[in-house]
C-alpha cells in the first residue's frame, strides 16, 4: 500500500486521546477500539513516511509496582509514547480519582486478536518477536488461518544473547514491518524496545508479555466476568501459581497502594 492510498483508507472518526495519571504513571484514555484505530491509521504512514516507530507499553498493577522500585524500568517506560490500560484496576482508578477516566480496558491480548480482521483489511503488516519458537510458529499459524489477507511480515522467537541483537534487527528490519510485537516479559521488552528504537524499521512497536502463549492457549484466559471485575489475575495465579503466584502476591498490593498515594495526580 502506498502513503498516498493509506492516507485514503475510510476510517471512522478519531476518538479524543487524553492521559490520566494513575499510580504515578501518565495512561491513555483512549478505548480498545480507539486504540486499534489508531494503530492501523497510524503504523503503515509512520514507517512509509520513514518516521521514528512509535513505542507503546502496557500498565498494569505489575508496572506500577515496577515503575516505583526499578530505576532502569521507570526510565524506559517514559520513554513510552503511548501507554494503554492493560489491567483492569487501571482504568478502576481512573474512574475512582479522576475527571477524565479510561474508556474501558485495552488488555494487549485483546487489543492484538481484535485487530487482525482490521490489520488483514487495510493491509498492515505484522512480526512477532518473542516466545518459545514453537509459540511462536503456532501464534502465526492461528492468526493467520484466523484473519485470512493477515500481512505476517516476519516471526522470531524471544531468546538471544547481546552479540546476537544486532542480527536480531537486521532481521527485522529486513521485513520492514507496520507493527513489531515484542512479547520477552517486562522489563527485557521495554528496555529493548527503547534501546534500538532508532535502529527499528516499524510504524510501531507494541510490548506484549506473553501474548503469544495465550493466543496458542497455552495460558488460559479468566471468564469474560473475571475480567472485567478485576479479577483476572487470580485466575491467571490458580492456573499457574509457580510461575506467577509470589508476583502478584507482592505487587498487587503494592500497586493498590501507589494509586492510592497518587490519587491527586
Known sequence: MSAEQALHQPFPPAEQ???????GIPVSTLSLDALIDKMVRDAPLRRMLKQPPLLVFDCNGQGLSMNATDAQFRADLAQADL???D????????RWFSSTPIADRSSTTDMFIDSLPHAAEHGVSYYLLGGEDQVNAECARRI?????????AGRRHGFWTAEEEDAVIEEINAAAPDVLWVGTGKPREQAFCVRNRDRIKAGWIVTCGG???YVTGDYP??????QKSGLEWLH????????????YITTNPHALWLIWKHRHG
Open 17 to 23: 486521546e487524553r492521559t490520566v495519571m494513575v499510580g
Open 144 to 152: 493467520t488461518q484466523a484473519a485470512p489477507g493477515l500481512a505476517l
Open 211 to 213: 501474548l503469544y502463549n
Open 236 to 247: 491467571r495465579m490458580a492456573t499457574r501459581p509457580r510461575q506467577l503466584a509470589w508476583r
Open 221 to 226: 484466559r479468566a471468564p469474560m466476568w473475571m
Open 83 to 85: 501507554v494503554h490500560a
Open 87 to 94: 489491567g483492569q484496576i487501571v482504568v478502576m482508578a481512573s
